[in-house]
């Protein structure tokens, strides 16, 4: 039977209900911080076991790349990557949101996700057996100069800053060593405690990094949260011009993410991150990047949705899953007695057709649901009120956070790191490096180890790393990503020096705006980190040797960086006010309030295994409440606002109770 021919088999009512209700469940559960794709997927397994096999396949297949897709919501209206993959779709998206254009966001994202799907999809179904090969021919050495590949973007986000980027990079490399080593089985940097042997949970500390700075922030200023649309709506009709406008860079990224996909380990949050520091070195408007650029979103929703087409490659040709949602399917597949292997396509053809054309449908259904699901989502959350905003998008990032494990020590985690990321963002330590740095870390560690075992096992080491020709490739796309961001902006700097007027001889000689002056909150800072950069070095020191060497590769690294940033300072001039003083600027202008939520949310999760989840969060609820209100609104206002906690407090847990399955922590009150 021709190929073609199973598409009949994916149109009966059946399969089109489970591939319209799998993209819809994905969608809002991507949506939902914490709540990851793998998660859904997980829980829904069991259900498919009563269907035949091509039905529950398309129904995991349409959850999974619904909840790929659903991420972009919550990076674009709350800064906070849904789902690991959309953490570029921050970068842009929510700036746009900011600026009253969040609904045309959202249209971009879901039209670029649509045709990345496809792509994908239509990959996978023409030209699996042959891509299956290229995940063969990528070795430990390419995945380590893959993953530097994806540390280059720090240059682009980095810009006139790209010293603390690049620390702030070894300090998420930093944390991507804590718990057991991924080569040699070390355990490192725990401190002693149990709760670190299993590392820093990777969607703990993006929510934490990303989403807990943007509810301090949330609670400082009575201004909302989001600039309602002039415009108004979605704005569809501008999204498809833009996107058909930059149609190569939809084909390119989706192509990039497609063949990244293929790769075992990579995964969506590493096509994002490529695709888009490809999209930004190929812009003519490179500054434009980060502050609210279309193509920004462009490139990572087009990617990311991807590589959902491309994982299943190596998944049902090879027998290696691509990501971990990849491999619960896999396990699924396994359970219903279907062979994996490059004789499925022949021996079950059936099958793995009829659910390829699944989840290209699934793909184009994304388009009307997710268009309709964030119709709604966006104009809510322009619309509510700040004093119930702040106490939601707070109990989300708990629950987020708390349900990825079962344990409340990820949310602990999560605030804690949370804070930290705010404090280190004031003094220009921005969290995408360090997020950056901790995505990336167990696959650069894996494939640098490695790779250096076997140059020194051979005698080989200078030639494994760089002797391989698409190791080659990727450290010259690397180089060409690292430097072009710095040799743009200071051609920039250039240019505006000549075209600049020079000035009369009776003009007042006042001191360059240009010029920067000593930043000496940096070089306490950067003192610190070379003292953590001497603490990592010297902890390596009783690890292995295998556990030891990017340890202390990055210890070096960090020292250095540090003292370049000290020696930036000193031989800047010394202002009159400098960054000592944002600190003071941050209390002036609604410090308290951020005081008293870091308080609350911290008592909120050391409390919850004491108290319990319930009553712990319409508590903590009511008080963000109070603490984010602006206004003075009548007592009845007050009644419906307490209600509203109460209710979506008792609704999220009832929900993780028992639909979810999660194990609830047992306190004195549920």
Known sequence: MDIFGYLLDALTPLNLILALAGVALGTVIGALPGLSATMAVAVLVPFTFTMNPAAGLIALGAIYTGAIYGGAFAAILVNTPGTPSSIATTFDGFPMAKRGDGGLAVSIATIASVVGGIVGAVALLLLAPPLAKVALTFGPTEYFWLAVFGLTLIAALSVGNTIKGLIGACIGLFLSLIGVAVVGGDIRYTLGMQRFLGGIDLTSAIIGFYCMPVILDLVATAEPHLKPSAQGGLRLREGFALTTKRKFLLLRSSVIGTVIGILPGAGGSIAGLVSYS???????????????????????????????????????????????????????????????????????????????????????????????????????????????????????????????????????????????????????FQPSPIVLGLVLGSIAEQGFVQTWLIGNASGRLPEMFFGRPISIGIVVAALITLVFPIWADWKAKRRKQLEAVPASDDTDASIDPAIKIRDIA????????????????????????????????????????????????????????????????????????????????????????????????????????????????????????????AAICTGFWWLMANILLLRMPDGLLF
């Open 278 to 428: 490809e999209a930004r070195r190929s812009s003519n408007e490179p500054k434009t990047f980060g502050k609210g650029n279309p193509d920004g979103i462009i490139a990572t929703e087009a990617a990311n949705n991807a590589t959902v087409g491309g994982g299943f490659v190596p998944t049902l040709v090879l027998g290696i899953p691509g990501t971990p949602p990849d491999a619960i399917i896999l396990g699924a597949l396994l359970v219903q007695g279907i062979k994996i292997g490059p004789t499925l396509f022949t021996t079950d053809a059936p099958v793995v057709y009829t659910f390829i054309w699944g989840l290209l449908i699934a793909t184009l259904l994304m388009l009307p649901v997710g268009l309709l699901i964030g119709r709604y989502a966006y104009a809510s959350i322009v619309k509510v009120p700040k004093a119930v905003l702040a106490p939601t998008v707070a109990l989300l990032t708990i629950i987020g956070s708390f349900a990825i494990h079962s344990n409340v020590e990820d949310a602990q985690l999560m605030v804690g790191l949370g804070i930290l990321a705010w404090f280190l963002s004031r003094y220009g």
């Open 522 to 645: 940096a070089v306490a800072f950067a003192a610190g980190f070379l003292v953590l950069g001497l603490g990592i070095w010297m902890g390596a020191s009783e690890m292995s040797m295998l556990g030891s060497v990017f340890p202390r590769t990055i210890a070096v690294a960090l020292g250095i960086f540090s003292l370049l940033l000290i020696v930036q300072n000193i031989q800047r001039p010394v202002g009159l006010a400098g960054p000592a003083d944002r600190i003071v600027l941050a209390l002036d202008m609604g410090g308290n309030r951020r005081l008293l939520l870091g308080a609350v949310m911290l008592l909120w999760v050391f409390l919850v295994p004491m108290i319990g989840f319930l009553v712990t969060s319409i508590a903590a609820f009511i008080t963000i409440t109070a603490i984010a209100n602006y206004d003075r609104p009548p007592l009845s206002t007050w009644v419906v606002w307490i209600a509203a906690g």
